[in-house]
């Protein structure tokens, strides 16, 4: 027999969530000068353009404004003084690094560090974010921004890392999210790090319009999250006239896209996280040339393609390659999944079939998560069924996420514990019920 479970009811819950919907989401935004005053930049200049004010789908976001020194010293006083301070629910730091503009999930350089402090002068002071500070991420997904931004026509891209400079950005970036480690998770704000280019390459004007962008696409994550930490749902939080974005989610044999396919029959556009995996690891795409070269040409097969089951037995036990692997294709996936997400209609529901929800920290990027879940012996009969070993099926469901991990991020969850028929029923009841009534 197929359930379905969710959030509170939203009927039940209307003035609460109303209320959560409504609150204002606030927003503070960094920028600096260069060293010499003299040179053409690009970040204070944009940040002053930013209003007071952007409108939200039924709320704002109230913006304050802070021009950091070019320098490394003090940045991580500076970082605390502003959670200390303000409390903002949002924090954007605004770098020059780029020819294009770049969000940043990690705050810290990985590469070797050519110079330290602002673009083009010797900063003297503390050390720079990569001198072995730890890596602290923002729990956002940037590559999955970046290509809503870029489906919205703006000059957007994503970058794995700050690149050859550990700029002044950087530096604030990390300090912000050290201070805001040590906070309570429920009150820790949402930081981002935002790469722009010089204006040569880029006018104010235009990076300012990509900032109130960026920085209503984290606001409306703070507002989910909002939603779901209160147990209304992230359904609660108005959207406008924009598709619905559902991520639908679940374990190794769970039949997760069997349900998709169900979602699909009823007009669903559905984008499937492993067939874009397959096309950006095709040859001539970077996806292929990164591997190989991380890899060696031992995984390629006898017409050049990738050898993707001999590359899945390289790294599936091997966590080190693994975390190369999917360095390199899980921004690309989520890039290109995002901009495919934004192709459907006005009104309309886009589904994210995506496996890796959880471990990736995607679930408040989100308008609803639902995870379809299965007992853990009809997961291992099915996957036996598809030829794994009982060994190898275990070990399978072992390397993702847990039914209570992805159940503490679900506004849906739908056991699919009988027949098909059962589970089309179930998705039926869903779709009228929670999805297309949203």
């Known amino acids: 027999m197929t359930q379905t479970q969710d959030a509170t009811s939203p009927q039940s819950c209307a003035t609460a969530g109303s209320d959560v919907a409504e609150a204002p989401v606030t927003v503070h935004v960094t920028g600096f000068e260069h060293f010499d005053r003299a040179s053409s930049i690009t970040p204070w200049d944009a940040v002053r353009l930013l209003p007071e004010m952007i409108e939200l789908v039924g709320s704002s976001a109230i913006l304050t404004r802070e021009l950091l020194p070019a320098a490394s010293n003090g940045a991580s006083a500076a970082g605390g003084s502003t959670i200390e301070r303000l409390r903002p629910d949002v924090v954007v730091h605004v770098g020059l690094q780029t020819q294009t503009m770049a969000p940043e999930r990690t705050a810290r350089n990985d590469a070797a560090v050519c110079i330290s402090g602002d673009i083009g002068s010797q900063a003297s002071g503390e050390g720079s974010a990569s001198d072995g500070a730890p890596q602290y991420r923002a729990a956002w997904t940037p590559a999955a921004l970046a290509g809503r931004l870029r489906a919205a026509g703006l000059p957007v891209t994503y970058?794995?890392?700050?690149?050859?400079?550990?700029?002044?950005?950087?530096?604030?970036?990390?300090?912000?999210?050290?201070?805001?480690?040590?906070?309570?998770?429920?009150?820790?704000?949402?930081?981002?790090?935002?790469?722009?280019?010089?204006?040569?390459?880029?006018?104010?004007?235009?990076?300012?319009?990509?900032?109130?962008?960026?920085?209503?696409?984290?606001?409306?994550?703070?507002?989910?999250?909002?939603?779901?930490?209160?147990?209304?749902?992230?359904?609660?939080?108005?959207r406008g006239n924009r598709a619905l974005r559902v991520g639908l989610t679940g374990g190794i044999g769970s039949g997760k896209s069997t349900v998709a396919g169900l979602l699909a029959a009823r007009d669903a556009h559905i984008v499937d996280a492993d067939v874009i995996a397959r096309e950006v690891v095709e040859p001539g795409t970077p996806g292929f040339d990164a591997i190989v070269a991380a890899f060696g040409a031992e995984l390629l097969t006898a017409d050049g393609a990738l050898d993707r089951a001999l590359l899945a037995e390289r790294v599936f036990n091997d966590p080190d390659a693994r975390g190369t692997l999917e360095a390199?294709?899980?921004?690309?996936v989520a890039q290109t999944a995002a901009q495919r997400m934004e192709a459907a209609a006005p009104g309309g529901v886009a589904v994210y079939d995506v496996p890796l929800l959880v471990e990736e920290g995607m679930e408040d990027l989100f308008d609803c998560v639902m995870v379809v879940e299965t007992p853990h012996a009809l997961r291992l009969a099915r996957l036996q069924r598809r030829g794994l070993t009982r060994e190898d099926a275990e070990s399978r469901i072992a390397s993702q996420a847990g039914d209570e991990e992805r159940r503490q991020v679900a506004d849906i969850v739908l056991l699919n514990n009988g027949t098909r028929e059962d589970l089309a029923d179930g998705v039926e009841w869903l779709w009228a019920n929670r999805i297309a009534v949203n």
């Open 159 to 238: 970058t794995a890392g700050v690149g050859q400079y550990a700029e002044v950005a950087a530096n604030y970036a990390t300090a912000t999210l050290e201070a805001a480690s040590d906070m309570a998770e429920g009150s820790r704000p949402v930081v981002g790090l935002m790469h722009v280019p010089d204006q040569e390459v880029m006018s104010s004007p235009t990076v300012a319009e990509v900032l109130r962008a960026f920085i209503v696409e984290l606001a409306d994550v703070v507002r989910r999250r909002r939603a779901a930490v209160a147990g209304l749902g992230r359904l609660s939080v108005p």
């Open 328 to 332: 390199i294709m899980l921004p690309q």
